[in-house]
Nanobody, 121 residues
Framework: VQLQASGGGLVQPGGSLRLSCAAS????????IAWYRQAAGKEREAVSC????????YYTDSVKGRFTISRDNAKNTAFLQMNNLKPEDTAVYYC???????????????WGKGTLVTVSS
């Protein structure tokens, strides 16, 4: 089981980035997919999650209306579209999955390596 996050970088406030989470070694179809982030000196926090069964998505309040999570099961990949980025969005972003056929409330079991997002002018 492998998850690889990519797409991070340096962006100005108000800009956009699209993160990708590529899965290998298993089919993503059966798993909820979550994005977490950890800023320097802070606890890791859940950002968003999308279910495997009905495609429902969940967001932490600070990103609602700005971030959109999606999945492309045919490509075995999930995405996090981040718009109107703010300096406080600066963090290492990780994708993660819980066990198969579970929900976004299930603790995560597998984590990918993170990708750094820096929002700065």
């Amino acid at each position: 089981v492998q998850l690889q996050a990519s797409g991070g970088g340096l962006v100005q406030p108000g800009g956009s980035l699209r993160l990708s989470c590529a899965a290998s070694g298993f089919l993503l179809d059966y798993y909820p997919i979550a994005w977490y982030r950890q800023a320097a000196g802070k606890e890791r926090e859940a950002v968003s999650c999308i279910s495997s069964s009905d495609g429902r998505s969940y967001y932490t309040d600070s990103v609602k209306g700005r971030f959109t999570i999606s999945r492309d099961n045919a490509k075995n990949t999930a995405f996090l579209q981040m718009n109107n980025l703010k300096p406080e969005d600066t963090a290492v972003y990780y994708c993660a999955i819980p066990k198969a056929n579970s929900s976004c409330r299930t603790p995560m079991s597998y984590w990918g390596k993170g990708t750094l997002v820096t929002v700065s002018s």
